[in-house]
């Protein structure tokens, strides 16, 4: 997800946050904080790159024929996609 917030604001939600729920504000503590959508939108790109390679392992794995219906129930990632990178991780996995 990616939002806009003045660093001011952030701070203040923080310190409300940590008032009235610690296990919420352990894990907003270590939102970091990226310098342009250009660099976010790489970030969210590996993410989901990364996460069909270790689904992908896990079939390969388990001796499952690995397909895109597969990949996209176990991680809910669109179809369009999952297009777009599935053959290329697949590939690299099989070399």
């Known amino acids: 997800m990616i939002i806009e917030i003045e660093e001011n604001d952030f701070s203040q939600m ?10 919420l504000y352990n894990q907003i503590k270590n939102i ?9 939108r790489t970030i969210k790109t590996e993410r989901i790159k990364e996460s069909i390679k270790s ?3 896990e079939l390969i794995q388990s001796n ?3 397909t895109k219906y597969k990949v996209h ?3 809910n ?12 991780i697949l590939d690299e996995l099989n070399r």
Do not use: H
């Open 64 to 66: 499952i024929k690995p």
């Open 73 to 75: 129930k176990s991680t």
């Open 55 to 57: 689904t992908l392992r």
């Open 77 to 88: 990632i669109a179809y369009t996609t999952l297009a777009k990178y599935y053959d290329d």
């Open 32 to 40: 970091k904080v990226v310098d342009t959508l250009t660099t976010a």
């Open 14 to 23: 923080l310190k409300i946050v940590k008032l009235r729920n610690t296990t």
